[in-house]
């Protein structure tokens, strides 16, 4: 079964960026989408980008649009969100799932990771 790990999380400044990645094991990322998502305290999870095991395509969350960039690399199994101009509202814990499409529902996103905390002070 797909297994994902993320990492990359951490304590940043506003303005900064993190590299988040999110890498499988076990089997190859190529026959899965591979979403991003967060969880602020008291808030419900949501969804921040995906990519397309198929063609690539990208999809992102409003707030996130042009702050974020999702990217694969298949031959390290490694799905990333590179975060840049971090804001304090971006802190969350941020997991990855996979699914068989982008399009998929929330809550048809199988497996997820165990997250990694981003912290963006105020």
């Not at 995906?50 to 490694?78: E, L, M, P, Q, W």
């Amino acid at each position: 079964q797909l297994q994902l790990v993320e990492s990359g999380g951490g304590l940043v400044q506003p303005g900064g960026s993190l590299n988040l990645s999110c890498t499988a094991s076990e089997f190859d990322l190529d026959n899965h989408d591979i979403g991003w998502f967060r969880q602020a305290p008291g808030k419900y999870l949501e969804g921040v980008a995906c990519i397309s095991h198929r063609d690539g395509s990208t999809y992102y969350f409003d707030s996130v649009n042009y702050r974020f960039t999702i990217s694969r690399d298949n031959a390290k199994n490694t799905v990333y969100l590179q975060m840049n101009k971090l804001k304090p509202e971006d802190t969350a814990i941020y997991y990855c799932a996979g699914a068989t499409s982008c399009q998929d529902a929330q809550d048809d996103f199988a497996p997820w990771g165990q997250g990694t905390q981003v912290t963006v002070p105020s």
